[in-house]
Every structure is written in C-alpha cells, then in structure tokens.
C-alpha cells in the first residue's frame, strides 16, 4: 500500500493505494460518504475483498483535507457539498489515468457509499476541458452502495453513459425508492437489492453479498480480459 496526494482544482487530497495486479485489471477509486474517510471499515473490507476476487488495484480516499474536516465535524459545511465532492472525484480519476506514476492509462471504476454514492456516479459525466477536464472514457463504471443517487439532478442523469450498478438493502426502505427512481433516468443501469439489508449493511453475511454483486460488475466491466494468443 502507498499513501498517495493528488491535487484536485481546490486542494491536495489523501489517498490509499493498492496497485492492480496488472494495468489491465483497472482501478477501483472508492468515494466515502459523509462523515467518513478512507479509514472506513466497511470500504476498506470491500477493497480488500474485491482486489482478492478480481485482480483490480484500489484507491480510498479522504475527499476532504484536515483543515476541511474540521470544520466538517463542527458545521456539516462540506459533507453534503455533492459539486464540490463531485469534481475532487472526477479530479482524482483524470488525475489517475494521465499522471500517477505507475498507473497512467488505467481505466478506473468508482464506488461511492451514502452520499459519496452521488458523487461516484456525477463524476463519470464527461466535463468541459479546463483543469483535469475533458474526456472520462476511461471510468468504465459506477458502483453505488447505499448511495443517495438522489442528489444528482435529474437532469444530470440522463447525462450518464457508463454501465451503472445501484447496490441496495432491501429494508433501507426510503433509500431503495430513491435509487429505483433515480435508475429510470441513468442508461445501462442495474439496481441490486441486497435483502434483510439495512442501510449500512451491517446484518451477518451482508457486506459480503455486497462484495459479490460488486465483483461480478467489474470483472464484466473494468477488468480486461487476456487478449487471445
């Protein structure tokens, strides 16, 4: 594991390394919600679980600097501040793919949790070039984990292209309407209920099942397979 800094268009921001097992098993950025960081338990199993089932190499982050965190714990300022989150991620993801050291040219996938779940999801939209901007056809997915996909306008949505998978507890009831309405508007979409679930899927065996779904989507999408000899 290494301990990466990444600039983004408004700060250097902190993340956790694991590199793929080649540049052709993609890199799987996590994006934690709010009042999170890259020290979450659930995320870092999930990594763990995931580089384990499917090669892919992982990046946790902290989308917010110390300073930020802060005054996050005291005010709330930043944590439902989808834009400002949504273009670190974005940021980090071009970043990735055209400048970190040993991982330029990878494709990436982002899986976001709560409200890091909207911004995993509004950062695959290609942007206008400017700092990092442009192209984002290298993000082959978007994996959501209980993910307010609510946050993201309507409007936005549509704008969506990658292959997108909403993973959700079957009794985190007011969540799962959210993200079924929020799938009609997203191309390519699939909404996973994970059942006997809660919203953060700590029922025995649940974040596992977590694990699994999350698997079989980037194996399908974002590792690529052997070239033919």
Request: glycine share 8%.
């Amino acid at each position: 594991m290494t301990t990466v800094h990444i600039p983004t268009s408004t700060a250097q921001i902190t993340g956790d390394l694991h590199p793929p097992v080649s540049l052709s098993h993609g890199l799987l950025i996590f994006v934690h919600g709010s009042g999170s960081s890259r020290f979450s338990p659930r995320n870092q199993y999930l990594a763990s679980k995931l580089r384990s089932l499917t090669g892919c190499g992982t990046l946790l982050l902290d989308l917010l600097t110390p300073s930020e965190e802060a005054i996050d714990v005291r005010t709330r300022q930043y944590r439902f501040d989808i834009p400002m989150l949504t273009n670190r991620v974005r940021d980090v993801c071009i970043y990735v793919n055209r400048e970190l050291e040993g991982m330029k040219g990878v494709n990436v996938a982002t899986f976001g949790a709560s409200t890091g779940g909207a911004a995993a999801v509004w950062c695959t939209i290609p942007c206008e070039p400017g700092f990092n901007g442009g192209d984002m056809s290298f993000v082959k997915a978007a994996i959501s984990r209980g993910g307010r996909v609510d946050l993201v306008p309507a409007s936005d949505l549509r704008k969506v292209r990658v292959p997108t998978v909403l993973i959700v507890g079957g009794d985190d009831v007011e969540v799962l309407e959210m993200n079924w309405s929020a799938a009609k508007a997203i191309d390519h979409c699939v909404v996973e209920v994970v059942e006997g679930a809660t919203h953060l899927f700590e029922e025995k065996g649940k974040l596992e099942e977590v694990a699994d779904i999350a698997a079989k989507y980037i194996t399908k999408y974002l590792v690529k397979p052997p070239k033919e000899e």
